[in-house]
């Protein structure tokens, strides 16, 4: 089976610009993370859903982050206009919870994102 | 708020020697714990989870967890570590209904293998 697809794996982009990263999480499962990792700060959880519904944003650093999923094989992670601080490796991670199981997270690769 | 503290940034073995990572948590409730590793360029794989029951937990690559809640302790060890282990081990404590929706994790520790 494929794991969860990040793409792109490397973005570099320059400061103001519109940053996109995609997040294909495994077929089937019902709760997609995004985290974001950097050498100051560790691993953060920005957002999650369930059944594709936001339930917990308040990780999300400031409006210019949004993060959508119209369906349950697609979420985005937008940031508009980006910023140098942005600069991290943003993960994805999908579980799927079995009828009372604590599923466990698959991440996906990662995007490392570089905003000069 | 829960909180993880790994005390080792860095921790360096000999490859056969056994090894302890240490992490602590801080958190109100039964706390639901777990370890993860990820290696260069790569994303982050469970080892192994704490929910409840027997304290000892046994995981993938021959490591096995120790939860200690008199210390807020769940200890990482591996009895002979082998060269493919190097990487970043991290420890995170979960919340919430399903234990893991919300993840804090540790600083991590990079494990460094000498022959």
């Known amino acids: 089976d494929a794991g969860v697809i990040q793409s792109p794996r490397h973005e570099v982009t320059e400061m103001g610009q519109e940053v996109t990263l995609r997040c294909k999480p495994i077929s089937g499962h019902d709760y997609l993370f995004w985290y974001r990792q950097t050498m100051m700060r560790g691993l953060e959880l920005l957002i999650y859903f369930n059944n594709n519904v936001p339930i917990d944003d308040s990780g999300m650093p400031e409006d210019r982050f949004s993060a959508k999923m119209p369906n349950a094989s697609f979420s985005t992670l937008k940031i508009q206009p980006s910023e140098p601080r942005d600069s991290a490796v943003y993960f994805c991670?999908?579980?799927?919870?079995?009828?009372?199981?604590?599923?466990?997270?698959?991440f996906g690769e990662g995007s490392r994102l570089t905003v000069l | 708020a829960q909180s993880v503290t790994q005390p080792d940034i860095h921790i360096t073995v000999s490859e056969g020697a056994s090894l302890e990572l240490r992490c602590n948590y801080s958190?109100?409730?039964?706390?639901?714990l777990f370890w993860y590793v990820q290696s260069p360029g790569q994303g982050l794989q469970l080892l192994l989870k704490?929910?409840?029951?027997?304290?000892l937990v046994q995981g993938i690559k021959g490591f096995e967890a120790e939860f200690k809640r008199s210390q807020s302790s769940f200890n990482l060890r591996k009895p002979s570590v082998h060269w493919s282990d190097a990487a970043e081990y991290f420890c995170a404590v979960g919340a919430g209904n399903f234990g893991n929706e919300k993840l804090t994790f540790g600083t991590g520790t990079r494990l460094t293998i000498i022959p």
């Open positions: 704490y929910f409840s029951g027997d304290t």
């Open positions: 991670a999908s579980s799927l919870k079995r009828g009372g199981q604590n599923g466990e997270l698959f």
């Open positions: 958190y109100g409730a039964t706390p639901y």
